[in-house]
C-alpha cells in the first residue's frame, strides 16, 4: 500500500487535473508520521534520481526540523548530497520563521546563528505572511526545472507548525493553489492532528486525494489512564502502528487499504495487517443483529416463492430465454404470424407481460452494480 502512494507521488498531475495531494496524519499516541514523511520523501528522491519520476525536484519545505536533518537522512539511504543541488531545494522556515535573529543579526546583538548544510537553502523569514511563502516555494522550483518545462514537488513536514502563525483558510489556500500549479507535479505533507480542532483534518482531507491516518496497534478507550502495565503497550506503540489509507478515485469512489509498519534503525518498515491478533479483521466486519448468510430451509422457501410476471407454464414447458433464437424458432413463429387473424376492436385493449429469466442462475433479488468493475 506504501509503494502504491508512492507510485501516485511517481507518476504526478495527468493532464487538465490537479496534482495529486497526500495528507499524513499521526497523534502522540503513535507518533510515528515523521517516519512515513521520509520515507516518501527518499522513494521520491530514488525515482526522480532514476528518471521514473514525473518531477524533475524536490522543494522540501522545512518547518519542524533544521535542513542539515534532512541532509543526515538523504546521506543515510545512499544519496549523494554534495550533488543535490540539481534535484532539491529546502526553504528553511526552521531557524528563523519570524526573523527575530535576523534583527538580532542586523543591531549586532549576536552574530550569524544559522547553521551551515551542503544543502542548498532559502531563508523563510516571516512565516506569517503566507503569500511570500508561496511565491518562495514556486522561485525554488523555477531554479529545478528550466523555466516553463518540467514539474518539481513540494514537500511539507508539518502543517501544524504553519497553522501556529496563520488561519486555517489562508493554509487552505497556498494548499490549493500549489495543487492548481501547472509546474507542481504532487505534493504531500504531515499533520499532528491530535494538536488542531476536528475541522483542520477535515479540510486537509478534502484538499487530499490520498490521507494516511498512522494509528496505534491497540485503541485506548477514551478516559482510560496509562499504568505502570502499560508502559510495554506504549513503547510498542512508538516503533509499531497500524497505516490505514483513503485514496480517493477520479469516479469519485473511495479506496481503503491498511497494512502496519515498524520502525528499524533510522527508516521503517510496512507489512500486510497480522491475522494472529484478529483485531483489524474483527472490526472489518459489520456488527449487526441479523444473520447475513441463508439455511439452506430458506433457499428453499426463497425457490417456492412466485415472482410475479413470470411465466408459470399454464399447460405449456417453462423456456429460458437465453437471448438468442434457433432457426426452428425463427420459422415456426413466421408460421404462425402469417397464419393469426389480426385481432379484432374488442381485443384491442387487452395487453400480457410475460418475464422470462436469462437463466436459472439469476439472482432474483440482485442489486449488484453490472457497471462495477468499470472504472469510469
Known amino acids: 500500500m506504501a509503494e502504491t502512494i508512492c507510485r501516485a507521488l511517481r507518476d504526478g498531475a495527468m493532464e487538465g487535473e490537479h496534482a495529486p495531494a497526500l495528507t499524513i496524519k499521526d497523534t502522540i499516541n503513535t507518533p510515528l508520521g515523521?517516519?512515513?514523511?521520509?520515507?516518501?520523501?527518499?522513494?521520491?528522491?530514488?525515482?526522480?534520481?532514476?528518471?521514473?519520476?514525473?518531477?524533475?525536484?524536490?522543494?522540501?519545505?522545512?518547518?519542524?526540523?533544521?535542513?542539515?536533518?534532512?541532509?543526515?537522512?538523504?546521506?543515510?539511504?545512499?544519496?549523494?548530497?554534495?550533488?543535490?543541488?540539481?534535484?532539491?531545494?529546502?526553504?528553511?522556515?526552521?531557524s528563523d520563521p519570524l526573523g527575530w535573529k535576523n534583527k538580532l543579526i542586523e543591531s549586532g546583538t549576536i552574530r550569524n546563528p544559522y547553521e551551515?548544510?551542503?544543502?542548498?537553502?532559502?531563508?523563510?523569514?516571516?512565516?506569517?505572511?503566507?503569500?511570500?511563502?508561496?511565491?518562495?516555494?514556486?522561485?525554488?522550483?523555477?531554479?529545478?526545472?528550466?523555466?516553463?518545462?518540467?514539474?518539481?514537488?513540494?514537500?511539507?513536514?508539518?502543517?501544524?507548525?504553519?497553522?501556529r502563525h496563520s488561519s486555517l483558510p489562508s493554509v487552505a489556500r497556498i494548499l490549493s493553489h500549489l495543487r492548481s500549479h501547472d509546474q507542481v507535479s504532487c505534493i504531500f505533507c504531515l499533520l499532528h492532528v491530535d494538536l488542531h480542532e476536528a475541522k483542520v483534518a477535515s479540510t486537509l482531507e478534502y484538499l487530499s486525494t490520498m490521507h494516511a491516518d498512522v494509528e496505534p496497534i491497540v485503541q485506548r478507550t477514551n478516559g482510560q489512564r496509562s499504568t505502570s502495565e502499560d508502559l510495554p503497550m506504549m513503547e510498542q506503540c512508538f516503533k509499531r502502528g497500524k497505516f490505514h489509507v483513503r485514496f480517493k478515485r477520479r469516479n469519485g469512489r473511495v479506496r481503503v487499504m491498511r497494512e502496519e509498519l515498524y520502525v528499524e534503525g533510522s527508516g521503517i518498515k510496512f507489512t500486510e495487517?497480522?491475522?494472529?491478533?484478529?483485531?483489524?479483521?474483527?472490526?472489518?466486519?459489520?456488527?449487526?443483529?441479523?444473520?447475513?448468510?441463508?439455511?439452506?430451509?430458506?433457499?428453499?422457501?426463497?425457490?417456492?416463492?412466485?415472482?410475479?410476471?413470470?411465466?408459470?407454464?399454464?399447460?405449456?414447458?417453462?423456456?429460458?430465454?437465453?437471448?438468442?433464437?434457433?432457426?426452428?424458432?425463427?420459422?415456426?413463429?413466421?408460421?404462425?404470424?402469417?397464419?393469426?387473424?389480426?385481432?379484432?376492436?374488442?381485443d384491442s385493449g387487452r395487453g400480457e407481460i410475460i418475464y422470462f429469466r436469462d437463466s436459472d442462475d439469476e439472482m432474483p433479488d440482485s442489486d449488484e452494480d453490472p457497471d462495477d468493475d468499470l472504472d469510469i
Not at 152 to 160: G, L, Q, R, Y
Not at 274 to 299: C, H, I, M, Y
Open 34 to 94: 515523521s517516519f512515513v514523511f521520509n520515507h516518501m520523501l527518499t522513494q521520491l528522491t530514488s525515482n526522480i534520481l532514476a528518471g521514473k519520476s514525473q518531477s524533475r525536484g524536490i522543494v522540501l519545505v522545512a518547518l519542524s526540523r533544521p535542513p542539515s536533518f534532512y541532509a543526515e537522512v538523504l546521506k543515510n539511504k545512499g544519496f549523494d548530497v554534495s550533488s543535490s543541488s540539481k534535484w532539491l531545494r529546502v526553504l528553511d522556515c526552521y
Open 273 to 346: 495487517v497480522s491475522s494472529v491478533d484478529g483485531l483489524t479483521a474483527q472490526s472489518l466486519v459489520p456488527k449487526v443483529q441479523f444473520n447475513l448468510e441463508l439455511s439452506e430451509k430458506e433457499r428453499l422457501d426463497r425457490a417456492k416463492v412466485v415472482l410475479p410476471f413470470e411465466h408459470q407454464g399454464t399447460g405449456k414447458p417453462i423456456q429460458i430465454y437465453d437471448g438468442r433464437k434457433s432457426l426452428n424458432e425463427s420459422e415456426t413463429e413466421e408460421k404462425q404470424a402469417s397464419v393469426e387473424k389480426p385481432q379484432t376492436t374488442e
Open 116 to 163: 551551515e548544510t551542503v544543502l542548498k537553502t532559502s531563508l523563510c523569514k516571516n512565516l506569517k505572511e503566507l503569500d511570500e511563502v508561496l511565491s518562495s516555494i514556486v522561485e525554488l522550483g523555477k531554479e529545478i526545472v528550466e523555466e516553463g518545462k518540467g514539474r518539481f514537488a513540494v514537500a511539507i513536514d508539518s502543517v501544524s507548525e504553519i497553522l
